[in-house]
């Protein structure tokens, strides 16, 4: 097998035009990306659509380190032959417990490399016109954490750092107070200029100045939150004269500028369904329910404290994690870094008031409403657009899954859903003469579905492909047919999804996934499938490492084969 790799790799302070060349090289090629909170999404667009993405950060606020689950994750990973990226806000020895990971990744004996990154240290003071040497005052420079100002028993040495020129703060937001009095302790002016920079190089950057007397109360005042970067010294006061300099960087990357652009396909789809993507978000924004989502919440209890049906807040909450708005561990879902910053009522940098009028404007939930009410309503209805939908889907991605199989020759294969015909002449294109059954439970408002006639025939198969089913079945049918196609797969045989809006949280456009689901999940019927969701239920089924690819028009496809030890004895022939 092949040897996997770990790179930690410096994101630089966020904007992706100061990432490194090496650290845009790797993620185009990685297979798998571990980040944190803090990373700009254009930053992880440069990745490629089929690399798996897993976010590791924690809500803001909370100091439970999830460090021993990253490690890990890096080394399972790595061990899987898979190369990865792990991406780490700013350099990744600057704080941030990279030299933690490389440690672990040593012991264990996994490779590993280290690519620097532009450190907030020196880009958070520069960004706001403060440079942290200068000829004429500052000849030194110390970075410092913010987070032992509290501990007496803290090993930092007061008195030495009260005489350095420059002083820069890391995390040093919430003991800002605390270290400006320690240095005045320790014999430093009271009259030292000191700056506070907030999200440097984040389009929403905000600096505040003051002395080391003022800057606890103008950084209260101002409401700065972290991550923010403290510095303190004479230079500081260049602040004033350099602030003014009009650099690209601090702009956000406009349309001209856009990374990867996503294939025409996807372009159109996302304008066919774009206006519908406010659903959801202004749901959840009306209710205010990223304000209950800090903290790990269970959709049960969500369910209670709104009175809403618990299957029906388990498949919205589903959809946002689709979205890249919350993680789930657990049984838990909370909010992940930008629901936290921007969608909570009570984050001092909130933008629901904004977002939820925007929403009013070009959306009504009043269905999603009634949905989370009443909860789901059973099969989906009789519907001539969504089969038609569907049908059109399959038969234009059916070459490309086709090309995409792996199958030998021997073998046979079932189609189970939409795209028959296209399906019967690619699979005949490439095996001529191989044995080829079709056929749809999910036409005709999935009669065949409820009776359980699923599958035509008891096989066995050396590839079982379903197309359209997470957008067809209705809540507990998944599984089933899951369940039942396994079981007609000859040993080593494969299942095969291709999908329709199988959101992944990367990809497709999270407008898209957004409107598909909101559309869905006013039906009744809708499940958020996220891949994480297919993912276990398909372990759960005895399929190990299900392989994921990026299909046209905002489809996913995945393969999987059972694992090992689940392939029933002389079941077939063997591949
Ligand atoms: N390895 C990182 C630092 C991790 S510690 C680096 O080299 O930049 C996290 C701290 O970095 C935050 O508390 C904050 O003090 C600082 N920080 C990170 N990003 C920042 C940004 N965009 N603007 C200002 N400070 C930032």
């Known amino acids: 097998m092949r040897r996997g790799k770990v790179y930690l790799v410096g994101a630089g302070p966020g904007h992706p035009e100061l990432l490194t060349l090496k650290a845009a090289q790797l993620l185009k090629t990685c297979d798998v990306v571990v980040y944190d909170r803090l990373i700009q999404e254009e930053v992880l667009a440069l990745a490629k659509p089929s690399a798996e993405r897993i976010y590791m950060g924690k809500p803001l606020g909370r100091h439970d380190s999830r460090q021993d689950e990253i490690h890990e994750i890096l080394v399972a990973k790595a061990r899987e ?118 999200m440097a190089f984040w389009h929403d950057e905000h600096v505040v100045t003051g002395t080391l007397q003022t800057i606890e109360a103008r950084v209260k005042e101002a409401g700065i939150a972290p991550p923010a970067t403290l510095v303190i010294g004479e230079t500081v006061r260049l602040h004033d004269k350099l602030k003014r300099s009009d650099r690209d960087l601090r702009r956000r990357p406009d349309e001209t500028h856009r990374f990867d652009p996503a294939p025409v396909p996807d372009q159109l789809f996302r304008i066919a369904v774009g206006g519908m993507g406010s659903e959801v978000l202004g749901f959840g924004l009306e209710c205010r329910l990223f304000d209950r989502l800090e903290d790990g ?21 589903e959809s946002l994690v689709s979205l890249g708005l919350l993680e789930k561990s657990g049984d ?17 940098q909130s933008l629901r008031p904004m977002l939820l009028e925007q929403a009013r404007q070009c959306a009504v939930w009043e269905d999603l409403q009634t949905y989370a009410t009443r909860g789901p309503g059973g099969h989906l209805p009789e519907d001539a657009c969504h089969a038609e939908a569907c049908e059109s889907l399959a038969r234009f991605a059916a070459p490309a899954v086709v090309d995409k199989l ?40 999935g009669a065949d579905l409820k009776s359980g006639a699923v599958i035509p025939s008891p096989g066995p198969y050396g590839a079982v492909i379903l197309s359209g089913l997470l957008a067809s079945c209705g809540p507990g049918e998944v599984r089933r047919v899951l369940e039942e196609a396994s079981g007609v797969l000859e040993a080593g045989g494969r299942l095969v999804l291709h999908d ?45 490492h299900p392989v994921t690819s990026a299909m046209p028009a905002g489809a996913v496809l995945v393969q999987a084969l059972p694992a090992a030890r689940a392939v029933p004895a002389a079941a077939g022939r063997t591949v």
């Open 332 to 348: 838990g879902y909370r909010n992940l870094e930008l629901a936290s910053r921007y969608l909570r009522a009570d984050s001092p």
């Open 81 to 198: 032959g898979k190369t990865v990226v792990r991406l780490k806000g700013g350099d990744p020895f600057v704080f941030g417990r990279g030299g933690e990971e490389a440690e672990y990744l040593a012991e264990h004996d996994v490779p590993f490399e280290v690519i620097p990154g532009v450190s907030s240290a020196l880009a958070a003071p520069m960004s706001a016109g403060i440079a942290v040497t200068h000829r004429a005052n500052a000849s030194s420079v110390s970075i410092v954490t913010g987070h032992e100002a509290k501990e007496d028993a803290s090993r930092l040495d007061w008195a030495a750092l009260a005489k350095m020129d420059t002083l820069v703060f890391l995390m040093g937001v919430k003991n800002c107070g605390k270290i400006a009095a320690r240095l005045i302790q320790h014999g430093r002016d009271p009259q030292t200029p000191a700056a506070m920079v907030q």
């Open 297 to 317: 919440r269970e959709a049960r209890s969500l369910a209670a404290d709104f009175g809403w049906d618990a299957q029906a807040a388990g498949e919205i909450l």
């Open 500 to 544: 329709s809006f199988l959101p992944t949280g990367a990809l497709p456009p999270p407008e898209v996934v957004l409107g598909t689901l909101a559309r869905r999940t006013a039906r009744g019927s809708c499940r958020g499938w996220s891949l994480e969701r297919l993912r276990s239920t398909l372990e759960a089924l005895g399929f190990d």
């Open 406 to 445: 792996n199958l030998p020759e021997s073998s046979s294969v079932l189609l189970l859903g939409w795209g028959g015909a296209a399906y019967k002449s690619a699979v005949s294109n490439r095996w001529p003469g191989i044995r080829f059954e079709h056929h749809n439970p999910f036409e005709a408002g």
